[in-house]
């Protein structure tokens, strides 16, 4: 199982964080949200997520979280880094879009 | 004993029952995947007849052929059959014939599972196939979007069929996706690792995962929409605090990863039967699994890019075709992966060769199309014309039908045991592939000019006539093409030579086998030390028929195989598999009462079938395991292995592990709806929220306590504790539901009930498999026995547990809250 | 009756790729880009596909096709599409300015209704007036089912869903008749149901809005 998680946690926290920012966003322009108006709680959420994709993926990479066998261990690493740019491409908008219109 | 003995031997204990009995009590994988296949092909044939009544409608202007009222039920149906009644069900057929066979074992890991989910399939696709008949069949498109698809826009029983009877259809898929997870994780021939599975192993495991993940949504959305319609629940309500939107991203949360549920096990089979053509092996092994997983991964962040015209922010539009964009990555991987292996092999121009063509050809132009609707302002335009039509049929028909008579091509040796023997595959060929792109090409063209989907008529000078025509008779012409493959296969199933084993001199396990295959596919398992082992050891045919490997000794006279560890595939424990039965069939006959007491609302059947069925479950249950405990057994080449149901984690509790996963999305869709609803609908905050107190908050919390523990007791005092936490939980459930009585007033009244309805179901669960544990003692089944069973139960009452916290949560915070 | 004469005249009165306004224009050029894009890209693709039968025998390396045409080549086309795509977004949204005309649009099975906020208690039924030579920011809503507004010459689609309020930008460029679709399908009348841009001049539109021509 552990390498099963190994090659699916990166990108699954992909998913979560992406939909996390999503649902941020749908808050931040919906009619329920009172605070000040403004992308830096996106950005915040943004870069908290690339965040744990580098730990995840330094993890990963020096073998602090090992696979022995090396055909997965490449895998687990080509996902990983995949996680990361996959975080940052996605969430990109967060910095350039206009955000409630 | 010699070959000939142990294959008599074994046949006697693993065929299913002579005659059409043995069709009804076969739980044998070989035949259940062939009866899969056969009833999803019948539905492609239904389908294919919708598409052509639409072609037929659209070939001129003014089409007085069919009306609107008839029109909108055929293209409504053409996109269900195809989609959940014939292209899921074939992935699943394929899977349930091959994956034993590449894997190197006996049967699938729960042979009656199996069967189950092929009856329910075969009794929710007859009920659609009835209203069809009929002339009630749904008529809200494919995708049922309410209001249209609710009371207000169809107030008859049509929609009800979509809702009931597809969801029916998808225990099949929701059965079979555990099923294969476990298979392929656990059911492997020794020595196999996961990093020499088969690729094709990979593809089924990661689209088994997304089955699982991705038809909750949908499951969900029906019952909160059929809800809706049978009891006036109003989540998709406005007025009353729904919204139309929540139907659409449950739709599409599930709508996309569908899309590659079909393209994945496609691509499974190219990776497989591409090299074998090339007469090579794969390119870049550990890079296609890494796409296979990111592409499943991030399909289920794509969903709202069917939602671009929606009214959504533009940055949310952004982050979903940032998204979008980014999923051709890995496929651009996997094309090129293949393209390379093609390079470094020497290809021929074989059947199934010739198919993988078209499928380049073709998906590639579907996935380009596919690219540029992700662009949002282009989809803007492009978004509910033909050329949507046309990007999703280069896809579809690119992505999943090609590959699959490329497929067809290359096992039917297999599944015969005979030589393609008449030539009437390349004349089908080249009536179909330029049949297809002249049926669709100029389609997209067509979406442009401004032609809608869905539209029943059109009339003249819009430069549509033309392309119209075109396409119908060029829709003709693949029609009969497939008419044509339909025959080659029944001529050369029926006919013909009998064929050497492996005619493509391939690597993989299924062809170490003799084809047609025997019931018990290996008289002996083989121990796997490579990716290819036909590669590495041609004599490995022969001496699997000698018994030289695992369980070759058939003296125990009963079904057994071999489990192994997942990632290293050492040899873990011998299975013992059921025999044949007909409770799979019976069980999924009730089932479908069930389902039928809800559609024509006969209520009263609903809870008797409810009954009936756990109590098939129980029979079903009960005969598994034994009282005294057998011990380690010999599995031959020295092997000395404990049977499954007496370890700590039998197949069942790996079963209950991803069923739960199942259980653990549909609930969290369930919270994701709440929230929408909570943040977006127009008509919020209700005109009161329910605030459960003190009182209720402590027994839930006590509840679910004792339930938790309960799992952890021994089994008398394990039931007794649950029946407590049940009591508690119940009694909690009806202090919040006094205080919201009517669950027609407000989606958030409504959401209550449902959470609620959840929570309370799940503690019932936990307590009848605590009681079965109990039962299991006073029947005087040892410790050891009763171990994998206790594990199970205790998988459940902790699931209860948390999910009745987290509900009680979900229903107090606003409260606190406002 | 007159209107659907002459529109069903017309070659392109529902073209998205004969455009007769900004926004339409600007996606229409979008599509020429991807429309050459794509086909480069095939072409590209099915030559190296046909070259694997051609090409003389020999090793073939892995790090080229994974690395260099699987991951480079679409990283590098996507990060520009998505650039194009995105920067194109940003400049149809409905931003605020002086001269925009606001004009609200109510779906219902099978017909529109159209108000005008320059001319308060004015409604058209299936005819939408507006300026042409001014941005118009449509605000749709539906009293039903979810349905969809597309006038194709002048801007992409928006859906008009109960409940909520969507705002779509659309311009004319000249004055004239422009065809309306909805977009959405919503049941039996879903063929017909159409309706009618009607762009005035200057002078036109003042006139519509003092309520003459009724
Ligand atoms: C056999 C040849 C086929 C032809 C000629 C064909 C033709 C069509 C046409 C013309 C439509 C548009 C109907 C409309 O918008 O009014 C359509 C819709 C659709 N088709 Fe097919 N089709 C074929 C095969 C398939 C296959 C194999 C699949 C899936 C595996 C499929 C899935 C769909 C779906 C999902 C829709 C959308 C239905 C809706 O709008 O609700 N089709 N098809
Ligand atoms: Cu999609
Ligand atoms: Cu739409």
Known sequence: ?101 | MNALRRHRALTRIWASAPGWKGWFTSVNHTDLGRMFLTVAVFFFLVGGILAMLIRAQLATPRSAFMGPETYNQVFTMHGTIMMFLFAIPFFEGLAVYLLPKLLGTRDLAFPRLTAYGFWCYVFGGSMMIFALLAGIAPDSGWFMYPPLSSTIGAPGINSDFWLIGITFVEISAISAAVEITVTILRYRAPGMSLAKMPIFAWYALVTAVMILTGFPPLILGSILLELERAFGMPFFQVAQGGDALLWQHLFWMFGHPEVYIIFLPAAGAISTILPVMARTTLMGYGWVVAAAVSLAVLSFGLWVHHMFTTGIPHMGLAFFSAASTLVAVPTAVQIFAWIGTLWRGRPGLHLPMMWLLAFFATFVIGGLTGVMVAVVPFDWQAHDTYFIVAHLHYVLIGGFVFPMLAALYYWMPHFVGRKTYFKLGGVAFWLIVPGFHGTFLLLHWAGLLGMRRRIDSYGPGQGWEIINLIASVSGFVMAIGFALVLIDVIINAVTAIRGSRDPWRAGTLEWAMPTPPAAYNFASLPHVDSRDPLYADRELPVRLARGEGYLGDPARGRRETLTVDIATGAPRTIVVFPGNTALPVLMSAVTGLFFLGMLVKDYWLVPISALGVIGCALAWVWSLGRRAPEGPLDAGRGAVLPVASEVADPPGWWGSLFLLLADGTFLGSLLFGYAFLWTIAPNWPPPAYAEPGPAALALVLAGAALTAVGGRLGALAGVAAALAGTVAVGLAALAVLAQVPDPAAHAYDATVWVLVGYALLHQVVALIMMALVAARRWAGHSAVTRRGAARVARLWSDYAALVALLAAAAVGLPGVLA | MTTLVALAGCEESLSAVHPAGPAAATIATLWWVLLAGATAIFLFVAGLLAWAWRRPPGEVAERPFVIGLGLAFPLTVLAALLAYGLVVGERLLPRGGADVVVVRAEARQWAWSFGYDDAPGRVTEDELHIPAGRPVDVALTSADVVHGFWVPRLAGKLDAVPGHVNVLRLEADAPGRYGGLGSEFNGVGYVGHRFTVIAHDATGWQAFLAGEGE
Do not use: N
């Not at chain 1, 687990?76 to 910095?95: D, H, N, R």
């Open chain 1, 1 to 101: 199982m552990s390498t099963i998680l190994r090659l699916s946690l990166p990108l699954t926290l992909w998913l979560a964080s992406f939909s996390a920012v999503y649902g941020l966003h749908g808050l931040l322009c919906s009619s329920r949200w009172t605070g000040p108006d403004g992308r830096w709680p996106l950005i915040a959420a943004a870069l908290l997520a690339l965040a744990l994709q580098g730990a995840l993926l330094a993890l990963i990479a020096t073998r602090r979280w090992p696979e022995p066998e090396p055909t997965l261990h490449r895998t687990s690493l080509i996902l990983a880094v995949a996680a990361f740019v996959g975080t940052g491409w996605t969430l990109m908008p967060v910095a350039f879009v206009s955000h409630c219109l």
